[in-house]
């Protein structure tokens, strides 16, 4: 199959995982492994998390949804913290790969879940064309934001909205997210969707899905 585009996920994927800063901060605070986790799954769709990444809440009323939700499971845990650790380390190989992809002619999209509040992984973006996120961002063609978007993956429409953007099929297209959940409606459109577990792991597959070697 010959690709047109590639569409990144950005937190997890560009950088490491905001997970791997979540954990560290439940080692930090005595919770165990994967609290956060735990409570973004509770009410996915209308948690604390979600209304945020919409836009439909401010930063001070997520940190008191998330702090009542690490409440209910026993927690202790302030939206504020999480907030504070959530941006990661960019991958330089993942970036290099950008360059490569555009190089070659692919178009590049990016579809991520971000809060409005911020710069970095997982999060809105700087206006400062200095900064190191906004440099990364400025290599897309195309960046749909949920924050301002107002939908978010999982839901299929995020994706038709990247196809749209790019004027291509999903069938040209590949798609590489470090969660599973969405990944699964993108290869349900017709992507050819890529779980990322690690920066070696997702060049690899991609390079094999594209015919080439980065």
């Known amino acids: 199959?010959?690709?047109?585009?590639?569409?990144?996920?950005?937190?997890?994927?560009?950088?490491?995982?905001?997970?791997?800063?979540f954990n560290r901060l439940e080692a930090e605070r005595g919770l165990p492994i994967d609290t956060v986790r735990r409570i973004n799954a509770l009410n996915p769709d209308s948690n604390a998390w979600a209304l945020f990444e919409r836009a439909e809440i401010d930063a001070t009323t997520f940190d008191r949804m998330f702090a009542k939700e690490a409440s209910t499971l026993g927690h202790e845990l302030d939206g504020a913290s999480v907030l504070a650790v959530l941006a990661g380390a960019v991958r330089p190989a993942m970036v290099a790969a950008l360059d490569r992809l555009k190089a070659d002619g692919y178009r590049l999209?990016?579809?991520t879940n971000n809060v409005p509040t911020g710069h970095g992984a997982g999060m809105a973006r700087s206006?400062?064309?200095?900064?190191?996120?906004?440099?990364?961002?400025?290599?897309?063609?195309?960046?749909?934001?949920?924050?301002k978007?107002?939908?978010?993956?999982?839901?299929?429409?995020?994706?038709?909205?990247?196809c749209e953007k790019l004027g291509l099929t999903p069938d040209t297209c590949v798609y590489l997210d470090d969660l599973g959940v969405n990944?699964?409606?993108?290869a349900k459109l017709g992507m050819h969707a890529?779980?990322?577990t690690s920066g070696e792991q997702?060049?690899?597959?991609?390079?094999k899905a594209l015919g080439i070697s980065f």
């Open 1 to 21: 199959m010959d690709y047109s585009a590639v569409i990144f996920d950005f937190g997890g994927v560009i950088t490491s995982s905001p997970f791997e800063a």
């Open 109 to 111: 999209g990016c579809i």
């Open 127 to 147: 206006g400062n064309a200095r900064d190191e996120m906004e440099r990364i961002f400025a290599r897309f063609e195309h960046v749909i934001e949920s924050s």
């Open 149 to 162: 978007a107002g939908v978010r993956k999982p839901d299929p429409r995020i994706y038709l909205m990247m």
């Open 183 to 186: 990944c699964k409606p993108a």
């Open 194 to 196: 890529i779980k990322v």
């Open 202 to 207: 997702a060049l690899a597959d991609l390079g």
